[in-house]
């Protein structure tokens, strides 16, 4: 696991020194969990330093790392997090030194949060334009880009004998099912042992159990060939949380369940079992209390819901004993304490979260108020 971030280690001392000791042990025990490395610039020969070191750190301690790869180009099509790489020779040359960092080493390898969800200039399968639109880019071939830089990264990660490889799968309450599907095929997936869910985000646990669910069983019916292969390449025929299920309405989501019932489960020639499906880790770190809805009458525009909401809390800690057969871990992804970014939400004067009514750190950096939250409204420990 990481170090602590340096906030987190002054903000312990702080509280420490003002005697309160219950904050101070449990921001302690939150920065103590295991929670994700991630490498997110430096030339090649620095990333596969910076690696190398990680992975001597966790045989010391027994432990497998986990790997977040965040820097593909347009990361983040210019928000808070953007950064990434020039172009897609510089991109795969950086991965080639991540690789070659992790050699043979065990590490599980979370491939770039938000890179299968935000493709520059690209076109869903229900024909919808891509709001990221960045003027650097060509409208022609950027996405088209994108997947050859997932791709490329796929077969350099996926070659390593002793890597677990993980592809962006969004979460629950952003892209359908047969959209992230489509996405996942394309960018290799066949070759990677399956998706993320939920990388720093808050939607709650068995939502996203039901919608990794439900991608692994999608990825198989759009790639399954009997039946004169009619369903091939269809992953938008697939249901998903928005159809024929309400996402606003967990308890309608069987209705979703049972079209893969109907279609893969009971399929003239279905699934062999959990190992013929791929499988996905879920993002538990910040997901305790779910998702923050904003105030009904907040002002127009985008209430940025993901963005440092008030009064979330911890999630279920890390664990490989999950319970369900196609979710192989449940993970710290995004570090919890660390910053989202600014949230300017509905775009106010000044710079002020209106929600806070103070500004917000730049991502990244450590937020002691939200920090308290987490560990205040988390959800107990099994």
Known sequence: MPPPNEGAVKQIAQLVKKRQYADAKALTKMVATPQAVWFTEGTPKEVRRSVEKTVRHAKLQRAVPVIVAYNLPFRDCA????????????????????????????????????????????TTINGNTEWCQPAEADPATAAADRFEQVNGAVDRLAALPNVSLYLDGTHSGWLGVGDIADRLHKAGVGEADGF????????????????????????????????????????????SQYYPADPA??????????????NVTNAANPPSGPEALKHSVIDTSRNGQGPWTAP????????QEWCNPPERGLG????????????????????????DGECLRWAPDGGIDPVRGYPG???????????????HNAVPAS
């Open 79 to 122: 928000q808070y997090s953007a950064g990434g790489a020039l172009d897609t020779a510089s991109y795969l040359a950086w991965i080639d030194g991540l690789a070659k960092g992790i050699g043979t080493s065990e590490a599980i390898v979370l491939l770039e949060p938000d890179g299968l969800g935000i493709i520059p200039w690209y």
């Open 196 to 239: 993320f869910l939920n990388a720093s985000n808050y939607q709650l646990s068995e939502r996203q159990v039901k919608y990794g669910n439900w991608i692994s069983q999608c990825l198989w019916y759009g790639t399954n060939d009997a039946e004169g292969g009619w369903r091939l390449g269809h992953f938008d025929y697939c249901a």
């Open 249 to 262: 309405d967990f308890s309608t989501w069987g209705l979703t369940d049972q079209w893969y019932v109907d």
């Open 296 to 303: 009904a009458d907040h002002p127009a525009g985008d209430p």
């Open 316 to 339: 279920l800690r890390p664990t490989t004993s999950t319970g369900e057969a196609l979710v192989d871990a449940y993970l710290w992804i995004k570090i919890p304490g660390e910053s």
């Open 361 to 375: 750190p730049a991502a990244g950096d450590w937020f002691p108020q939200m920090a308290l939250e987490l560990v």
